[in-house]
């Protein structure tokens, strides 16, 4: 069964920081670009960041960048996604999603379940 498993999330006070992690079974990430997505009540889903294949290539959204910081270690099939000086406003379940390609396409076909983010004090 081909599957994606976020881990990581949790309780945080503002200004506080975690590492999410995306881990695969069923298949190698290191053909795929993953992204690192989040939603919020009532909001729609928002791209968070996204690494290519060889994580040579970055890219994220304006409301996170130069807080989150994206990274990938396919010997061991994971994709991370490090958080810091986080804010009420990141509160969200986040999904990683993996696309066909090996660059960052903006298609994605596996998705995880998600794991909740809350920043609160």
């Known amino acids: 069964q081909l599957q994606l498993v976020e881990s990581g999330g949790g309780l945080v006070q503002p200004g506080g920081s975690l590492r999410l992690s995306c881990a695969s079974s069923?298949?190698?990430?290191?053909?795929?670009?993953i992204g690192w997505f989040r939603q919020a009540p009532g909001k729609e889903r928002e791209g968070v960041s996204c690494?290519?294949?060889?994580?040579?290539?970055?890219s994220y959204a304006d409301s996170v960048k130069g807080r989150f910081t994206t990274s990938r270690d396919n010997a061991k099939n994971t994709v991370y996604l490090q958080m810091t000086t986080l804010k009420p406003e990141d509160t969200a379940v986040y999904f990683c999603a993996a696309g066909p390609a090996f660059y960052c396409s903006g298609s994605y076909y596996y998705w995880g379940q998600g794991t909740q983010v809350t920043v609160s004090s």
């Open positions: 069923g298949f190698a990430l290191d053909d795929h670009a």
């Open positions: 690494i290519s294949s060889s994580g040579g290539s970055t």
